[in-house]
């Protein structure tokens, strides 16, 4: 059976850690030519081409996009995935953190689709997947500045797939629930009682467990192929079963 991203080309944003490393594994495992994109590249899988970038910076978005273009000579796929978190709530979030979380998680995508679409465009065809969060959907205790940006990024979504259906382009987001990821790592590090922290963020997932990081991949790798043809505007949630509580 024929590859699912044979001669397809992808760029992949966060590409050197958690979802975004088993996004661009599985995109190059089927096939695909990846654009593995990360602020700290040296971990992007093997077989990848790594680039430095700040998904913030608008110079550095037109670069990646730039090299993928002039290494490859087309973009079919583009999975934003890079993203920051934050632990505040209104009361405690700081300005800083507030823009942070917006300039990465919102802006960043923004610019990655700038940039991508007008080779999309002019292809008459490109594929664009978000990922996105649960935290979209419920109010996520102590998640204020990054509930407000992962739900700007499912509008995002939505407009950019409205928008540009009539020319070929689809765009989808997934929201993960909480994933075994080192981003989950860092925040048990940081918590006073890891331990109790784990347990609590199991126990707010029907499916009693954290979800994995293959498993997101799965579906952003469904959304990006040829069998999702009918398929755009959508949020797909893959969270353990949270938002359905
Ligand atoms: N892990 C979870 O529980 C979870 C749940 C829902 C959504 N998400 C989302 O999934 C995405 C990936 O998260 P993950 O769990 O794999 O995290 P991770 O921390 O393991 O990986 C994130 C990667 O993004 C990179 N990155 C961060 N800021 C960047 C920037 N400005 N420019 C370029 N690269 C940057 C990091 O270097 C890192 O390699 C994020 O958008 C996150 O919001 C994660």
């Known amino acids: 059976m024929k590859p699912r991203f044979a001669n397809k080309v ?5 590409a050197a850690s958690g979802i975004g490393h088993a996004i661009a594994t599985g995109l ?7 654009v593995a994109g990360d602020l700290v590249p040296q971990n992007i899988p093997a077989g990848t081409l790594g680039v430095q970038v700040d998904v913030s910076d608008e110079g550095q978005v037109q670069a990646l996009i730039d090299t993928c273009i002039n290494e490859y000579g087309q973009i079919d796929v583009l999975c934003n995935n ?8 209104v009361l405690n979030c700081t300005t800083e953190e507030w823009d942070l979380l917006f300039t990465v998680n ?7 689709i ?8 002019s292809a008459g065809h490109g594929v664009i997947v978000n990922t996105a969060s649960v935290a979209a ?11 407000a940006s992962k739900g700007a990024v499912v509008a995002l979504t939505k407009q950019v797939a409205v928008q540009y259906a009539s020319q070929g382009i689809r765009c989808n987001c997934v929201s993960p629930g909480t994933v075994d990821s080192p ?3 860092r925040l048990l590090d940081q918590a006073e009682d890891p331990v109790a922290m784990r347990e609590a963020l199991v126990a707010r997932q029907p499916l009693g467990r954290l979800g994995t990081p293959d498993e997101v991949a799965d579906l952003v790798l469904y959304l990006a192929s040829d069998q999702a043809s009918f398929v755009t505007g959508a949020d797909w949630l893959i969270d353990g079963g949270i938002a359905a509580g």
Do not use: I, K
């Open 28 to 34: 190059r495992d089927e096939g695909a030519s990846v």
């Open 82 to 89: 890079a993203g920051v978190g934050g632990v505040t709530d």
């Open 183 to 185: 981003w989950v790592g």
């Open 10 to 14: 992808a760029v992949v944003t966060g």
């Open 114 to 121: 700038r940039a991508a679409l007008p080779h999309m465009l």
């Open 106 to 112: 919102v802006r960043g995508m923004f610019l990655g």
């Open 137 to 147: 959907s419920v109010g996520l205790p102590n998640r204020a500045a990054y509930c």
